[in-house]
């Protein structure tokens, strides 16, 4: 199992709309492996064997985004956030990032409930970070990977559903 190529799928930043560097892992990592691969926009990318190839074909159809939040209003130290898919954020807050042209800044989303029950989502940078963010901006659950001997752990497939992975074990060659 390639775990580096996993890490990096994860702390990849990728909110609908915004799945550009889960495209360029997956391509280079594609690339890497002898495929061609193309494009589709900004939100997809196909690999292919070359052509004439007698290898077998593989077809894999997958989101590249992850439920996360746009920048929808700015308040005293916050930026009020409209949630992009159905995020299932169960604490009152937890680890996020928010990507602006500037780059990602950490802080933590705040959920709390307005007065119809819906919740009112929040971001909050950390302290000393005060990054240049616009109406639109996105924020990610932050990425969590942690491996405990062979047990791999990461928020799956939404940065918000924990899945706990056992590295596969290889037979020893006699």
Not at 61 to 85: E, P, Q, V
Not at 95 to 105: I, Q
Not at 110 to 129: A, T
Not at 136 to 154: E, H, L, T, Y
């Amino acid at each position: 199992m390639n775990t580096t190529l996993l890490e990096k799928l994860i702390h990849a930043h990728a909110t609908p709309g915004d799945e550009s560097t889960v495209a360029e892992i997956l391509s280079a990592s594609w690339q890497g492996a002898g495929l061609a691969t193309t494009r589709l926009g900004s939100r997809a990318v196909f690999a292919d064997t070359a052509p004439g190839s007698r290898k077998p074909v593989l077809l894999i159809t997958a989101h590249m985004d992850s439920c996360g939040f746009a920048i929808d209003r700015f308040l005293d130290k916050n930026f009020g956030l409209t949630s992009l898919g159905h995020p299932n954020v169960a604490k009152a807050s937890t680890p996020a990032v928010l990507k602006t042209r500037a780059g990602l800044f950490p802080g933590t989303l705040r959920r709390k409930p307005r007065k119809n029950n819906e919740p009112d989502f929040l971001f909050q940078p950390k302290p000393g970070v005060c990054p240049d963010a616009q109406h639109g901006d996105r924020v990610a659950f932050a990425p969590m990977f942690s491996r405990d001997g062979k047990k791999i752990s990461a928020p799956f497939p939404d940065r918000i559903y924990k899945a706990d992975m056992p590295e596969p074990q290889h037979p020893s060659s006699t």
